[in-house]
């Protein structure tokens, strides 16, 4: 089990090396760069950011300071926010990405496997299609539409939402239900179908024919081995909503990281994009990780280091 | 062990199905809750909401170098003179004096206070100005130095001369001397500019790279309003300063200031009235505003949108070619479809300078034959064909650049549109993410090319001289030697003759034709009637110092 765990280490730190590396060398080797400016700036005052920023560097040397850094966790000062670092920016943006992420998790967690276990139970009962057609819905309709459609019917049409925000409780609403609104329709989707697989198998047959009740072939039975794709899902799922979304940020002027993604690649702020990603990566890793462990829980025949 | 987790499993879900049965009582009981949280006018405390735009990259004075930020830095600094709508009004200098020659000007101080409470004197100016030049500071706008004349400012800049030659001197705590290489009648109006704000060395020293001035412990200032809070990427707090030196007039108790980019939301969130003043509105928005709303404001913005030509390339080199293609667009229909009050350009200076007899250089400049409208097409047409191209035939094909914007495109769309109807010449389309364009346009790897530029002080020569030999803006690579004498000249000219050099200088820069002008800018704004008294600038920075807020 320990020699699995550092296995699994080892190679989630060589993978966020990768990823470091591309995204480093990536970033820049497309035009324009952090100073690039509408006004040119003074070449003096360029020879100084870039000296600053030890962006006169070669590239090697520049890498290899920047994976030092990364090391004792310094991501280094963001170019676009000038007096403020990578970490900052990450300590400040991603606790409101990760609370609206996590109320996001929680909904769907609460709402999705149910609605897609009653959905199997009912298969082509009215239940069953009003579930299906409202996961359907929330899957197609983009998340800035149900953003946007939010904001215009909570916030101006009945004034019971703030417009922007998430100074108080009700701020939450908004960019929580947006946020939530596709996982929340593809789990329930993923429930229902994966249970519905489950319920053809063998071993519940045998289950009700061995006379056990609904409840427990149900419960015992096929519930806890339909949540083994979704919970393979949920993992990934979580890193990404956590982190934040551009979009969902954007429309609800949430102040957490998600933005970052996006932004920075416009400014070309070379340290913020690397450390967003790695962080990211980080977090992903971590997560797949936690599902693998999950695994073992729901289904005892999953053995973690076993594989061979 | 297994039981035990198919209990939990089982006890997960029921309390999830319970969860669920709480949460959809939810909406029932919001409408009560919401009430409460209408923050901000508690009592008498008069506090303005206000959508500053983005997040500033910084809001010290000195490194600051955009809008945003300015738009802040405004609130809670004074520089030596306050600009509103044009007019001068003494700030920080109580008087001042230019000398005969007009290379000395004498700035009297008045006795003010920093925030903190200790006394701001020249020495202050002194250093602050010496700090926006130092390369070693790196302010992106230190540039702007070059228009001030200031003696020996530009070979700081450049890494070049001494801080200890440079023209700016404290006689004593509360007299300030400038010396300047030309005489320049802008001069007092352009230190009104964020750029020459003071900031007080012990605060910027504390953290580096501006990082005080985000920081309510150590942002000392010395305008009408103070810090008290900043997040961010969510907003800022400002409280009134009572050391301002003219508090008394100051009549907002703080200013709430957020970070909303997305123009709809800011929108919503001005509608529901959750706040005052927003600095743009949703593009769709904008005819029916204009028509209808009296709290939206079109103000003209000293600038102009454009299109460059390639002088490099074989195919512009025939003027007639060029010429063809500038009478060829009409301007007005561009600005009607944009919708946003636009003025349509026939020259690159926009309306809003007024020359020595205090006539707008943009009128008094007139069209030169340029056309607003679509009536110049067969004019067009004739220069076309004479150029050997009749109806566009043998015309090569080329691309129109731009970066991406919806606004860009639209633009693109139309004179595309309007190059193929009026002239017979196809063009395709391509845009590039802002970056990529800046760099694509500075090497000239292009043969059309979208333009703009703003200037920061009150004269057409910021306009005019970026199209010098060798400019670093000059995108078309515009070269005649005259021209450059002519902004040389008016650089070291005054009053009627330095317009009238800058007049003949638009009108040999028209003739020649390097750019399509395409229309000047505006700047516009959504105030709700509540907020009263407030200010801008004519370089188009915010100004709430004198406003007031009334039921």
Not at chain 1, 256 to 285: H, K, L, P, Q
Not at chain 2, 431 to 451: C, I, P, S, Y
Request: hydrophobic share 40%; aromatic share 12%.
């Amino acid at each position: 089990m320990n020699g699995y765990y550092a296995k699994r280490i080892l190679s989630a730190l060589i993978t966020l090396l990768i990823i470091t590396t591309l995204t480093f060398v990536m970033m820049r080797s497309i035009p324009g760069g952090p100073f690039t400016r509408e006004r040119p700036v003074p070449d003096e005052i360029l020879k100084t950011l870039n000296e600053k920023y030890n962006l006169d560097a070669p590239m090697y040397e520049q890498y290899f300071d920047y994976i030092k850094g990364l090391v004792t966790f310094d991501l280094g000062p963001s170019y676009s926010k000038i007096g403020t670092t990578v970490n900052d920016l990450i300590i400040s943006g991603f606790p409101a990405s990760a609370r609206i992420g996590l109320y996001a998790t929680i909904l769907i967690v609460i709402f999705g496997i149910p609605l897609g276990i009653i959905s199997a139970l009912k298969q082509n009962k009215p239940i069953d299609y009003l579930v299906m057609f409202m996961a359907t819905l929330g899957v197609t309709v983009p998340s800035f539409v149900m953003a946007t459609l939010i904001i215009y019917f909570f916030a101006g049409k009945l004034g019971i939402l703030p417009s922007f925000g998430v100074t108080s409780p009700l701020g939450y609403v908004g960019p929580v239900l947006a946020l939530s609104g596709y996982s929340l329709s593809f789990v329930a989707r993923l429930t229902r179908s994966s249970m519905l697989e489950v319920l053809r198998q063998d071993y519940i047959r045998t289950a009700r024919a061995n006379g056990l009740s609904e409840f427990k072939v149900i419960y015992k039975h096929a519930i806890k081995n339909a949540l083994i794709p979704v919970v393979t899902y949920l993992g990934p799922m979580i890193a990404a909503i956590l982190t934040g979304s551009f979009v969902i940020e954007k429309i609800f002027a949430v102040p957490g990281m998600g933005r970052y993604f996006v932004e920075s690649v416009g400014n070309r702020d070379y340290t913020t994009i690397t450390g967003i990603t790695v962080f990211y990566a980080a977090f992903y890793i971590l997560m797949v990780l936690l599902v693998d462990i999950a695994y073992g829980f729901i289904d005892p025949r999953i053995k973690l280091g076993k594989e061979k | 062990m297994k039981k035990l987790l198919s209990l939990l499993l089982v006890l997960a879900l029921s309390v999830s199905l319970l969860a669920a049965c709480g949460k959809t009582e939810e909406p029932s009981t919001t409408p009560e809750t919401t009430e409460t949280p209408e923050v901000t006018e508690t009592g008498t405390e008069k506090i303005l909401n206000w959508n500053v735009g983005a997040d500033p990259k910084t809001i010290d004075p000195t490194l600051n170098g955009a809008s945003d930020g300015g738009d802040v830095i405004n609130q809670t600094f004074e520089a030596l003179v306050r600009e509103k709508s044009g007019e001068i009004f003494p700030g920080i200098a109580e008087s001042w004096e230019v000398s005969e020659d007009g290379l000395t000007v004498t700035f009297k101080l008045r006795e003010s206070n920093w925030s903190d409470g200790s006394p701001l004197t020249a020495h202050d100016f002194v250093y602050s100005w010496k700090r926006g030049m130092d390369p070693a500071t790196a302010s992106e706008y230190s540039w702007i130095w070059e228009y001030t004349n200031v003696v020996g400012a530009m070979d700081v800049v450049n890494g070049e001369g001494s801080m200890d030659d440079v023209g700016v001197v404290a006689t004593d705590d509360y007299t300030l001397e400038v010396k300047l290489n030309n005489p320049t009648d802008y001069i007092v109006s352009l230190l009104s500019f964020y750029h020459f704000m003071p900031v007080k060395q012990s605060s910027v020293e504390a953290a580096a790279d501006g990082a005080w001035a985000k920081d309510p412990a150590l942002a000392v200032s010395n305008g009408p309003f103070v810090l008290t809070s900043y997040k961010i990427g969510e907003g800022l707090t400002l409280a009134k300063n009572p050391e301002y030196w003219n508090a008394e007039n100051v009549m907002l108790d703080g200013i709430k200031g957020v970070f909303i980019d997305e123009e709809a939301t800011s929108y919503q969130a001005y509608q529901n009235g959750e706040l005052h003043f927003i600095p743009t509105v949703p593009t769709a928005e904008t005819p029916r505003l204009i028509a209808e709303d009296p709290n939206f404001y079109v103000f003209p913005l000293l600038g102009t949108y454009y299109y460059n030509f390639n002088l490099n390339l074989d195919m512009w080199q025939d003027v007639r070619v060029r010429k063809a293609f500038a009478l060829a667009i009409d301007r007005e229909m561009i600005v009607e479809t944009l919708a946003a009050g636009q003025v349509p350009a026939a020259g690159f200076v926009p309306p809003g300078f007024l020359d020595a007899d205090g006539n707008d250089f943009f009128e008094t400049a007139g069209s030169y034959g340029v056309p607003t409208d679509g009536s110049k097409v067969t004019e067009a047409q004739e220069l076309l064909a004479e150029a050997g191209y009749p109806n566009g035939e043998g015309f090569p094909e080329f691309t129109i650049l731009y970066n991406t914007s919806e606004g860009h495109q639209v633009v693109a769309e139309l004179i595309q549109e309007m190059f193929k109807t009026n002239l017979g010449v196809n063009t395709k389309l391509e845009n590039q993410e802002w970056a990529v364009f800046q760099d694509t346009r500075k090497v000239g790897d292009f043969e059309l090319a979208r333009g703009g530029w703003l200037t920061d002080f009150m004269d057409p020569m910021g306009l005019l001289s970026i199209f010098t030999t060798g400019n670093a803006y000059n995108d078309p690579k515009y070269s005649n030697e005259e021209y450059d004498a002519l902004l040389s000249k008016a650089a070291v000219t005054r009053g009627k003759e330095h317009f009238d050099v800058l007049y003949e200088a638009q009108e040999m820069f028209i003739a020649d034709m390097p750019v399509i002008p395409v229309y000047h800018y505006t700047d516009v704004m959504l105030v709700s009637e509540k907020l009263q008294g407030w200010d801008r600038s004519v370089l188009g920075t915010v100004d709430f110092s004198s406003a007031t807020l009334v039921e």
